[in-house]
């Protein structure tokens, strides 16, 4: 008895709902976590067939399970671990697992049921599910978008370079331009210079000053213009690269002696170019030609922005470690605000008047500096003069 009252406390106070049903699936016995489940009081199910708590397709069959089960002995519900639903008295279905097992009590067949409820288990694998295939979408979206950005800058990419390669060929169009001309013009200009030179011949005779003056003139116009196709040529060359610097130890002195007697010469009415070296060296290891155009250029342009009866000092300097090279005048000077832009091609600035130039000549001096690894310095103050420093490395 004892024994009894032990057994229907277990079974009153399971978690798991527990229902016994006869032989023919009539329900004899249903504990409170049972009823709990399936929201039925006991006296609502108890003596009904236990297909009332099944939804379709379970519901009509169930009466088949027994019957066959019976005849087979094949356990079809028997066991532990199916899956099944379940119908509450609201119609509304849950997940549980089955457990079945077949009692024989007092010569008679029954069968327990033990259900244990599965819905907050099925609800988390949903949303579990849920968050996965959200997850996926994500993923999913976020390559996309992804994929997208690779090929819009593949598309970028292949445009910058249709455009730099446009760029390319315009400006190697343009460095033709340039140079056939520089090249076509030449011929023709020293036409017009032997036609001026034999003009000033032939009219020696005569003796005529306006003849003189005039060849003069076109003699010196035709130089101008050479100068500035040399100048068109050169920064071709040295857009395209094709400037090479040939290092060779030469006299720096000797260059210099030269330079200054050559450029005495096209220099104004007493305006002296005055040369001096210091240091015990002589020697240098630089590209002579390069130089030469560099210091062309200084001086040119110290006789050009300075006035008649001054002085040009042009001074070189050797040591252990630089090679200096610097030319002074006190001529017009460069304003400061012209000053960071004096290496730019074609710049000039604002005080030159109708002094003659192209702006050319610095880009060009501190380019081919440059390829002989030099540098180039200056300092200049308006109506005072102006100063330019270029020193090279000695080893
Ligand atoms: N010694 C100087 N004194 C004053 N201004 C100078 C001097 N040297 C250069 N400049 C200024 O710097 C500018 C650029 O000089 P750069 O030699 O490049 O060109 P340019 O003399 O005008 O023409 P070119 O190409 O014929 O030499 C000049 O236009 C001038 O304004
Ligand atoms: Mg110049």
Known sequence: MENAALLNAIIQNAI??????????IIELINPSACKLFDYTPEEVIGKNISVLMPPPDRTNHDNYISRYQQTRVPHIIGIGREVTGLRKDGTKFPFRL???EVQYSGRKIFTGFIHDLSRQKEAEEQ????ASHLEELVEERTLSL????TELHRAKEE????LEKEKELSQLKSRFVSMASHEFRTPLSAVQLSASLIDKYAEPFENDHITKHVGKIKNAVGNLTTILNDFLSLEKLEAGKVE??????????LAEDITEEMQMVAKQNQNIIYQHTGINNIVTLDPNLLKNCIFNLIGNAIKYSGENTFIEFNTEINDQYCT?????????IPE??????????FRAHNTGNIPGTGLGLNIVARYTNLMYGHIDFKSSVNHGTIFTLSFPMS
């Open 160 to 163: 910058v370079s249709v455009s």
């Open 325 to 333: 090279i610097i030319i002074k005048d006190d001529g017009i000077g």
């Open 245 to 254: 610097p040939t290092f060779i130890r030469f006299d720096l002195v000797k």
């Open 147 to 150: 994929k997208n950005t690779v």
């Open 16 to 25: 798991d709902g527990i229902i016994t049903i006869s032989d023919r699936g």
């Open 128 to 131: 579990l599910k849920d968050y």
């Open 99 to 101: 457990g079945v097992s």
């Open 337 to 346: 605000n012209d000053q960071k832009h004096l290496f730019e091609a074609f």
